[in-house]
Each structure stands twice: as structure tokens, then as C-alpha cells.
């Protein structure tokens, strides 16, 4: 049965950064394209980015743009999301997120595509 965990959340002042580590046990994580949502408090869980199972295409939303950065060590079997310049707005809980696929260079933004979720970890960022 495949499960992940995460870990690194924490509280940090607006302006800094975190990484998230998200580790997989019982599965192949070579097959899975890979992905990072949140969600907030009184708020629908949302896409932040993607990472295709191969790690050679991503997707991010708007809102994290060039400020999350989404990476993938098959080897080490874990999922990293690089977060620079936290801003209040994304104080919410990290889930990562795997897909199973057939295609080596495709990023899923959609959670539908998801089979295998973790339990989240708690980021908040004060102002």
C-alpha cells in the first residue's frame, strides 16, 4: 500500500522560505507523477504544482509562481517543495499528492488525478 508523509512545515515570518519533504514507502515512486496542494482554513484544497513522474515537466498555479519550486529524488524516493519568500497567504496545510501514469513527461494540476494523498503538514506564515 503506498503512503507518504509529510514533513518540514512549520511557523515563519513573511519574506521566509521552508522546504517540504514528502517520502513515499510501499510503492514504485518512479511511476508516480507527483504533486503539492493546500488548503486553508474555511477553503477548498488547491493545486499549488506538479512534477511529472520522469521530473521533466512541472506546473505551478499562479499564485506560487516563481516563488515554489516543486523536485523529485526517484532514488531517495521523496517529493521536495522549495518555498521562497512565504507570504501570510500561504499559511494552510501542505498535502503532496501521487499519480499513477503511464506517461513519463506529464504534470497533473488536477486533484481528481490523484490516487494517494499524505496527512499534510501545517505551514503558517505570520506578517
Known amino acids: 500500500q503506498v503512503q507518504l508523509v509529510e514533513s518540514g512545515g512549520g511557523l515563519v515570518q513573511a519574506g521566509a522560505s521552508l522546504r517540504l519533504s514528502c517520502r513515499m514507502t510501499g510503492g514504485s515512486f518512479s511511476s508516480y507523477a507527483m504533486g503539492w496542494f493546500r488548503q486553508a482554513p474555511g477553503k477548498e484544497r488547491e493545486f499549488q504544482v506538479a512534477?511529472?513522474?520522469?521530473?521533466?515537466?512541472?506546473r505551478s498555479a499562479d499564485s506560487v509562481e516563481g516563488r515554489f519550486t516543486i523536485s523529485k529524488n526517484n532514488a531517495e524516493k521523496t517529493l521536495y517543495l522549495q518555498m521562497n519568500n512565504l507570504r501570510p497567504e500561504d499559511t494552510a496545510v501542505y498535502y503532496c499528492?501521487?499519480?499513477?501514469?503511464?506517461?513519463?513527461?506529464?504534470?497533473?494540476?488536477?486533484?481528481?488525478?490523484?490516487?494517494?494523498w499524505g496527512r499534510g503538514t501545517q505551514v503558517t506564515v505570520s506578517s
Open positions: 499528492a501521487a499519480a499513477r501514469t503511464a506517461y513519463d513527461s506529464t504534470a497533473y494540476f488536477g486533484s481528481a488525478r490523484y490516487q494517494y
Open positions: 512534477i511529472s513522474r520522469a521530473g521533466d515537466d512541472t
